[in-house]
DNA sequence: CCGGATCCCGCTTGATACTG
DNA sequence: CAGTATCAAGCGGGATCCGG
């Protein structure tokens, strides 16, 4: 044996990044709000509870699955409260909890610098792209 | 003809979200810092410039290939400058530039919401997983 | 009406080897 | 030293169909 090696390397270094992630919360909270979905619903809930479909109409192009899967990871996480009631049809509201909502100054710090920095950023690349495109 | 249904979707749904995204600052800031390797070359290029060799050597488990497209993307978003020195051997420097560091506060922010508040996520999560494992 | 299960495609990641 | 070229694989994200 000992003749493994680049597949050991291989899984070494995932190890290592993923034994990284596991006790960077920055990396996770990263990882979280940069979900291509996460930061919208976060942004659709901002103003109160919304039902399922309210927040599949309010973000445009999110497919089913992709909602409920990103709305049970917030559910998770303690940053969203999924209420049913027992109607008929049945009923099922999302709300932020406090946690959810403490999050929010986060997102509109990143808002503002986007906002304000973002065309700066667009023209570097558009400048980049001219010298050799 | 007029079968293509499912890829047809699939484009239209795909060119929605990519118009929106390259409409939404906050969308295109967000999915800058989340890329894996982004943030920890913002972080070891806080403290003033230093050397490819140096950042690799710096941030374990990246790769050659990754690390120079990271750099070359901060670089085109005009977050990062490279310089190089024409020695022999070839010296190359990556140094902040004033958009980059302008971007570290909001980093802080990040990361002080991840330090405060991720063990609170962290115990949703157990307990949402106790629940229904 | 809500959302779970399954299949599948394409992009990004990354290891590895090589060059100026 | 500072990258580029090539190639394989894993996985995110979506369509589609089915259950509660």
């Not at 190890?15 to 979905?37: G, H, M, N």
């Not at 509870?49 to 409920?68: C, D, H, Q």
């Amino acid at each position: 044996m000992a003749t493994t090696t680049a597949k050991q390397h291989q899984e070494l270094a995932k190890q290592r990044y993923d034994d990284f992630v596991a006790e960077c919360p920055t990396r996770q909270l990263l990882d979280r709000i940069s979900d291509k979905w996460v930061s919208l619903v976060l942004i659709a809930l901002a103003d109160g509870p919304r039902r399922y479909a309210e927040i599949n109409r309010a973000i445009a192009g999110v497919s089913p699955k992709m909602l409920t899967q990103t709305l049970r990871t917030l559910e998770r996480d303690g940053l969203v409260e999924r209420r049913i009631t027992a109607e008929v049809p049945v009923r099922v509201d999302y709300e932020l909890t406090a946690l959810g909502r403490s999050l929010q100054p986060v997102l509109s710090v990143i808002k503002s610098w986007a906002e304000a920095r973002m065309d700066d950023v667009l023209t570097a690349r558009a400048r980049y792209d001219g010298v050799s495109p």
